[in-house]
């Protein structure tokens, strides 16, 4: 029993010695007033292992492998997101951008802001096609009476006339005895 012991002892230092700091944790110590923890207590000093001296024919030590971190990935996130934005224009760039852009909206307002005048009178709206009353003739109508080229309807008005045979006492009225006019009485004239 006592070789087995020995044995295991013969194992168990052997290990230590292998895998130097493998159980020990490795923060750095920190300042405290004179209180240790059980894990701050003194570790038992290692052997130093020798290391051979680098020859001057072999490389030097690459670069450390990257370190995956919170700042490594937030950097890596900024670089991508470079290609996704658009290029930053420098500020007079932006000024010749928004002179343009005012040029090109005064000119279509120029073209759209022809002087109009309303008018008020009173012109007949002509029948179209599928019976609807169309008021764009009216009001061309009722523009043209005053001496502009054509109008657009402002309002209507509608009146019902009637066949003077519907005034006869005791006649009964009849379908086509009256029909609906409408009228263009305001237009906007240019």
């Known amino acids: 029993m006592s ?32 209180l240790q923890s059980p894990a701050q207590q003194s570790v038992p ?10 020859q001057q024919n072999e490389p030097p030590p690459s670069a450390p492998a990257e370190n995956p971190g919170l700042i ?14 658009p290029a930053i224009k420098s500020p007079s760039e932006t000024i010749d951008d928004l002179n343009a852009r005012a040029k090109d909206a005064g000119d279509s307002l120029t073209n759209i802001a022809t002087p109009s005048t ?14 609807a009353p169309d008021c764009k003739a009216g009001a061309d109508k009722l523009c043209q009476s005053k001496g502009f080229k054509e109008g657009k309807s402002l309002d209507t008005d509608a009146a019902e006339k009637c066949s003077p045979k519907v005034f006869i006492p005791g006649r009964q ?17 240019q």
């Open 173 to 189: 009225r009849e379908p086509g005895d009256c029909k609906t006019e409408n009228y263009v009485i305001r237009a906007l004239c």
């Open 118 to 131: 309303m008018v008020k009178g009173r012109a007949a709206c002509g029948v179209a096609a599928n019976g």
């Open 72 to 85: 490594n990935e937030i950097g890596k996130l900024f670089e991508k997101s470079k290609s996704l934005l």
């Open 3 to 34: 070789d087995r012991v020995g044995h295991l002892i013969h194992c168990f230092v052997a290990l230590v010695l292998l895998a130097p700091g493998a159980g020990w944790t490795q923060t750095a110590p920190q300042p405290s007033l004179g």
């Open 45 to 54: 000093a290692q052997p130093a292992q020798a290391q051979p001296a680098p």
